[in-house]
């Protein structure tokens, strides 16, 4: 029967595995939005707003939004199961963009706007710095997925800073995917990594 720390690392392995179908959340969202919804030009937040005009609506904003808080929490979570393998600093950074994204659910932009940024940001500045740290740190037993997580961690920082700089850029939701959506791949890379019949004990 495997031990308390044992079950834990599995359940937290199983919760950042599931956490890619999130992108399902954004395609079901944007998929009742009325008025034009691109991927590439329109930031995430506009699918979580709860006002509608004429030129604009997503009446499944309440999806986007439950999205972001029970992500958010998901990721929160999987990174206190998993706080052994991905280390105190990792742990923490990930706990912080849960929070942030948790945050980021309950003041949608429409509502508040400099709210919404002070909630979303964190999460900009943490996963990036989370996935280099993991990244060195898997690295000595697992080079492939070491040196994975830290591309990923530089491409999503220099997509978080692109999008942050292009403001309401034509690439600007491109841009801002291509920062939140790698994570969800590459945390679920280290995630399986951490099933029993893949795992190899730290030395």
Do not use: K
């Amino acid at each position: 029967m495997p031990d308390a720390p044992s079950r834990a690392i599995r359940l937290g392995a199983l919760v950042l595995l599931l956490r890619p179908t999130y992108i399902a959340a954004e395609v079901v969202t944007a998929a009742a939005t009325t008025g034009g919804y691109s991927f590439v030009a329109d930031s995430v937040s506009r699918l979580g707003e709860v006002g509608c005009t004429v030129a604009y609506c997503s009446p499944r904003h309440e999806v986007m939004n439950g999205a972001f808080v029970g992500y958010g929490l998901a990721l929160a979570g999987g990174a206190l199961l998993l706080a052994r393998p991905l280390g105190p600093w990792v742990a923490a950074l990930l706990v912080v963009s849960g929070l942030s994204s948790y945050a980021t659910g309950l003041a949608p932009l429409d509502q508040d706007a400099t709210l919404h940024v002070l909630a979303a940001t964190p999460l900009f500045v943490a996963q990036p710095l989370a996935l280099l740290l993991l990244g060195r740190r898997v690295r000595p037993d697992r080079p492939r997925l070491g040196t994975a997580l830290i591309a990923t961690g530089a491409l999503t920082a220099a997509a978080a800073i692109g999008f942050v700089l292009s403001g309401d850029g034509a690439a600007g939701g491109a841009l801002e995917r291509l920062a939140l959506w790698p994570v969800l791949f590459g945390l679920a890379a280290f995630a399986l990594s951490q099933h029993p019949g893949v795992r190899r004990p730290r030395p």
